[in-house]
């Protein structure tokens, strides 16, 4: 994978690594929430796809159905050799058990967002998307309106959270300081990032001409990464599969492609989100993606268009 160098410099030390397949390890963020969480939703899926009750899996288990309805709702870490029979009883396979063994089971570190706990608290809406995101290995996003923040310059970033409606003055720095933060796995090609962005966004004067060029140059030079897939739909494209509004599918496997939970899609609503779990609905999404990607510029004609613009 590719990496950059940039004027924002390191903005964070990793707070744990993932499992070392091939002698490489994936850099992650830890966040016991998170994997607490995507425990949960591969526990839930798996009995789903198995056709079983809850009451079914917690007899075979000897537990009571509530502590299974507890794990299903992500209150507890059931232990690794629950998960086991967990999956025996699924008739799922032993070796994704294993893997999510790994992920429920790694030594508890304090987490990457403690620090914005006063803008992310545990109930805020994007609390689960943030700490899944410094898991996860892909992610996959399509954005109407504006850069996504994995590709902003600080200046850009602050206007984007200027004071409004959602965003109070005193919060402002700590939310650009976090999407900064965010971006370092992105820039140490631990993160694979495909993003669809619409056109209307490298136009949108989102902190004026300057701050616009300056963005217009760190998007190219992300765009230019090998873990940076950058596409711009045209405005002049007709219908397509994103109309609906924007999502981001995340994934979570190894660094050899093993998937260890997911994946699952988070849709942004104003001052709320949808977070979709089902595999036969992020089927549907995932299908809209690759829909969304044909529709696009080529990696090489995105570069181009946001060249085109930087020499206007």
Not at 15 to 28: H, I, K, L, S
Not at 208 to 218: F, K, S, T
Not at 271 to 277: E, N, P, S
């Amino acid at each position: 994978m590719g990496r950059a160098g940039t004027t924002q410099g390191k903005l964070g030390v990793e707070a744990g690594n993932g499992p070392d397949d091939g002698g490489v390890a994936v850099a992650v963020r830890d966040d016991a929430l998170a994997r607490r969480w995507l425990t949960a939703v591969e526990l839930a899926n798996t009995r789903d796809e198995a056709g079983l009750t809850q009451k079914a899996v917690a007899e075979a288990l000897g537990v009571s159905q509530g502590l299974v309805g507890h794990w299903e709702k992500w209150k507890y870490f059931p232990q690794p050799a629950q998960i086991f029979k967990w999956y025996e009883v699924c008739e799922a396979p032993s070796d994704a058990a294993a893997q999510l063994v790994e992920l429920a089971t790694r030594p508890e570190s304090r987490s990457w967002l403690s620090r914005w706990r006063s803008v992310i608290p545990d109930d805020h809406f994007t609390r689960r998307y943030l700490g899944a995101e410094g898991i996860a290995s892909r992610l996959f996003m399509y954005v109407q309106m504006y850069v996504p923040a994995l590709f902003q310059v600080p200046e850009y970033a602050a206007a984007a959270t200027a004071p409004s409606a959602r965003v109070r003055p005193d919060q402002e720095k700590l939310l650009v300081d976090l999407r900064m933060f965010r971006q370092q796995r992105v820039l140490d090609g631990d993160l694979f990032v495909t993003a669809v962005i619409e056109e209307d966004a490298l136009d949108r004067p989102i902190g004026g001409e300057a701050v616009m060029q300056a963005e217009l140059r760190y998007l190219l030079q992300m765009a230019k990464l090998d873990n940076c897939n950058i596409r711009i739909i045209r405005r002049d494209v007709g219908r397509h599969d994103g109309l609906e509004g924007r999502f981001t599918i995340g994934h979570f496997e190894t660094v050899a492609g093993v998937r260890q939970a997911g994946p699952v899609v988070y849709v942004e609503l104003p001052g709320d989100a949808v977070y979709v779990t089902k595999q036969d609905r992020v089927a549907a999404y995932t299908e809209s993606s690759e829909f969304l990607a044909a529709a696009a510029l080529s990696q090489a004609d995105t570069i181009k268009a946001i060249e085109a613009r930087l020499a206007a």
